[in-house]
């Protein structure tokens, strides 16, 4: 059916009314980015999608982006996006980690009790949303470590499978380290999680309460991975 030059007006200025779900979800992404770890060539930021029957009345005023309080893990983070201006209004979008990331995976069967060399480990890609908790991102990092218990050829290895002196314990007082343009940054924080030597923690930043994820480099001592 064709439209009326009047009526194909008002649908202009309806849709001009109507708030652009796809530049939202784009915002939502950005903000994300600035609070998840950053990403390797095998990742992007998927956001929502928001629901093409939610149509928000245009902001006019620029669209406030924030993290919703508890709505961060290590791949995925509830973003809320509200608009201050006359017509007021909020939603929440989450924004997840797609993509593959570097696991360490168990070479052949390994006996409880064995001192994992080089040899007994090997690296895939593998889909993050399949991985399980306390997954090894490097092979370096569990050599010289001892297997807790067996572990069965090709298995992902993660911290539950190793046995170590743990850098950093939950709770515990910390100082984070982080490298920004050039120049080296500490602050206080307390870890959130028990960590081995070069695995990934993490820590809420005393300062700015938080949460953000970085590597125990030694005892006490945490590498904050910025964007």
């Known amino acids: 059916m064709l439209l009326s030059g009047s009526q194909s007006v008002s649908a202009l200025e309806a849709a001009a009314e109507i708030q652009d779900n796809t530049q939202l979800e784009a915002l939502a992404r950005s903000e994300a980015a600035l609070h998840l770890p950053a990403l390797t060539p095998h990742e992007r930021l998927a956001a929502g ?36 201006g006359a017509a007021p209004w909020h939603i929440y979008v989450p924004v997840r980690v797609v993509g593959t990331a570097q696991v360490a995976l168990a070479a052949h ?18 889909d993050i949303s399949t991985l399980p908790p306390g997954y090894m991102d490097d092979p370096a990092a569990t050599v010289g470590l001892t297997a807790s218990r067996p572990i069965s050829s090709g298995a992902v290895i993660t911290n539950q499978f190793l046995l170590g002196t743990k850098a950093v314990e939950r709770g515990q007082t910390v100082t984070l380290v982080a490298d920004a343009g ?4 500490s602050m206080q924080g307390r870890a959130v999680t028990d960590a081995l030597v070069n695995q990934r923690v993490k820590v809420e930043n005393l300062s700015s ?8 480099r030694s005892q006490q001592v945490v590498e904050i991975i910025l964007q």
């Open 109 to 126: 069967a390994i006996v409880a009790g064995s001192v994992l060399t080089a040899n007994d480990l090997r690296t895939e890609q593998r």
């Open 182 to 185: 050039g120049m080296s940054v």
């Open 209 to 216: 309460g938080k949460v953000v994820e970085g590597i125990a």
């Open 49 to 84: 999608p928001i629901n093409g029957s939610t149509h928000l009345a245009r902001c006019n005023q620029p669209v406030r982006a924030s993290i919703s309080a508890g709505g961060q893990m290590r791949d995925r983070i509830l973003v809320e996006l509200s608009c201050p």
